[in-house]
């Protein structure tokens, strides 16, 4: 599958280079959703890209939506945890030693565990700290290790707004449509 970029010809609104630097990033950050490579986006080379090519103010506007779409990966792909302890401890918890759930779940995410041996499922979390996830008091979850268990923790249906990173006098309603649009479809492929 590739992208469609039927409507970037549409109109003179856009300079070549603002078409060229979007084909280009947005071909990338589409491989990258493909699970079937293992492209990623770094942002050297989202910084290589950009580089004198739109002014700075697009740039910045660039970098920080491009930003925001390899988190959106990162959250989709999850983290494998290799010591967690599953507590039935009313409100019920999951507990790590290493890593820091902090960085990508937030109370009222709802996230999917895969890999565990009694607790495969997806849960909505309640509340968090750096270490301990505690569940909705509805719930339940199985005793499972002794900070020995492994298994990726991800979040479902991760959703991502674009509009923070777009400044409204930087870019025409058509080209903030059609570049929202590029990005909704890199996210569309992330979830699947």
Known sequence: M?????SLQRGNSWSTDQKRVIRKLFDLAFTAADPSTSATISR??????????LDAGEEQDFRSLFIGLRKAMDDAAGVDYTDLQFADA???TI??????????VTAGDTIVVVGSVSNDGSYLVDSLTAT????????ALSNEGTADVSANIS???TVYDLQ???TADRWTGNQRKII????QTVVDAIAT
């Open 44 to 53: 050297t080379v989202v910084n290589q890209t950009l580089a004198g090519k």
């Open 132 to 139: 301990v996830i505690t569940l909705d008091s509805g719930e």
């Open 164 to 166: 923070p990173h777009f």
């Open 95 to 104: 507990t790590t030693v290493i890593g820091d759930f902090t960085e990508f």
């Open 155 to 157: 979040r479902d249906g």
């Open 90 to 92: 009313g409100p019920d």
């Open 180 to 183: 929202k649009a590029l990005a």
């Open 2 to 6: 590739a992208m469609d970029y039927n």
